[in-house]
């Protein structure tokens, strides 16, 4: 089992930048394929990016490619999302996830076994 802490949410406006982090303890992190997910009120949990366990391979959500970067430093236990050109659309609660040791990249959260508590991020327009 690995634990997640997400932090770096916050409010943004229009345009504007955060970067979020999630750092992870517990089962070796760099074995651990991760992503980022997202879910605003009302809507269901949705896949934003993730990256493989040696940060070679990453997979981005149309609505966030050219906008979003996905990356981890291994010696470091954390995963990071730079958020760039926000809209009010990415409005949500943000989650991190790690899949099991040395799985393949997924988009999907079904995929993902241990899950942090989550991290605000609002952007106005």
């Known amino acids: 089992q690995v634990q997640l802490v997400e932090s770096g949410g916050g409010l943004a406006q229009a345009g504007g930048s955060l970067r979020l982090s999630c750092a992870a303890s517990g089962r070796s992190f760099s074995s651990s394929p991760m992503g980022w997910f997202r879910q605003a009120p009302g809507k269901e949990r949705e896949f934003v990016a993730c990256i493989s366990n040696g940060g070679g391979y990453t997979s981005y959500a149309d609505s966030v490619k050219g906008r979003f970067t996905i990356s981890r430093d291994n010696a470091k236990n954390t995963v990071y999302l730079q958020m760039n050109s926000l809209k009010p659309e990415d409005a949500a609660v943000y989650y991190c996830?790690?899949?099991?040791?040395?799985?393949?990249?997924?988009?999907?959260?079904?995929?993902?076994?241990?899950w942090g508590q989550g991290t605000q991020v609002t952007v106005s327009s």
């Open positions: 996830a790690a899949r099991q040791p040395y799985r393949s990249i997924s988009s999907q959260s079904d995929d993902y076994t241990d």
